[in-house]
């Protein structure tokens, strides 16, 4: 089955403990991205890459990192978690529509994080 | 920069009533235009989406959407409300070719009064 995954589903942790969401995508996709959803304002772009190795900020990239080793995972780190990180964070991918038209984004099922 | 303006934070309708969900986009070239829906718990499913083409578009679950571009508008429709419709819909616009980077509206969650 066609997915991507992220784990945990649900994470609370404490200022300044490092974390890592991972995301896994099965579809052999080239673009991957992170959005972090917040009441009234929508899904914000986070990082997102274009292939392995290739990534770059989104509109709300401050306080987090992300790597592309692979072309199948994507984790979203955050090195010193703040208050005003707690949010419901997406991973998404997509094939590179510069080759592909008309193709669509997968999202996975979310990652609830509060940090206290 | 591409932005997307969904009016009405909260739409309820009866249900079997018309659902009309209304978003406005602003870019600079011709957008690429989606329609997601989000249950409570999970996350964005595809409804629709325009690209190229014919300007009403079909997706699941009987929405559909028209994009108007003398009105910079692609509301999402549907005739008849069914109970399961209840969710978040968010309008999103890419100026790439697909949606290599989506920037989203702030959502309109959908109630269907019995």
């Known amino acids: 089955e066609a997915q991507v995954t992220q784990n945990p589903r649900y994470l609370i942790t404490v200022t300044g403990k490092k974390l890592t969401v991972t995301c896994s995508q099965n579809?052999?996709?080239?673009?991957m991205s992170w959005y972090r959803q917040d009441p009234g304002l929508g899904l914000r772009q986070i990082y997102y890459?274009?292939?392995?190795?290739?990534?770059d900020k989104g509109d709300v990239p401050e306080g987090y990192k992300v790597s592309r080793k692979e072309k199948r995972n994507f984790p979203l780190i955050l090195e010193s978690p703040s208050p005003n990180q707690t949010s419901l964070y997406f991973c998404?991918?997509?094939?590179?529509?510069?080759?592909?038209?008309?193709?669509?984004?997968?999202f996975g099922q979310g990652t609830r994080l509060t940090v206290v | 920069a591409q932005s997307v303006t969904q009016l009405g934070s909260h739409v309820s309708v009866s249900e079997g009533a018309l659902v009309l969900l209304r978003c406005n986009y602003s870019?600079?070239?011709?957008?690429?235009l989606f329609w997601y829906v989000q249950y409570p718990n999970q996350g964005l499913q595809l409804l629709l989406k325009?690209?190229?083409?014919?300007?009403l578009v079909k997706g699941i679950n009987g929405f559909e959407a028209e994009f108007k571009k003398s009105e910079t508008s692609f509301h999402l429709t549907k005739p008849s409300a069914h109970m399961s419709d209840a969710a978040e819909y968010f309008c999103a616009v890419s100026l790439f070719f697909g949606n290599e980077k989506l920037t989203f509206g702030t959502g309109t969650r959908l109630t269907i009064i019995p």
């Open positions: 870019s600079s070239v011709p957008p690429y």
């Open positions: 325009y690209t190229t083409g014919a300007t």
């Open positions: 579809m052999n996709h080239e673009y």
């Open positions: 890459s274009m292939n392995v190795e290739v990534t």
């Open positions: 998404a991918s997509s094939l590179d529509n510069r080759r592909r038209m008309n193709t669509e984004a997968f």
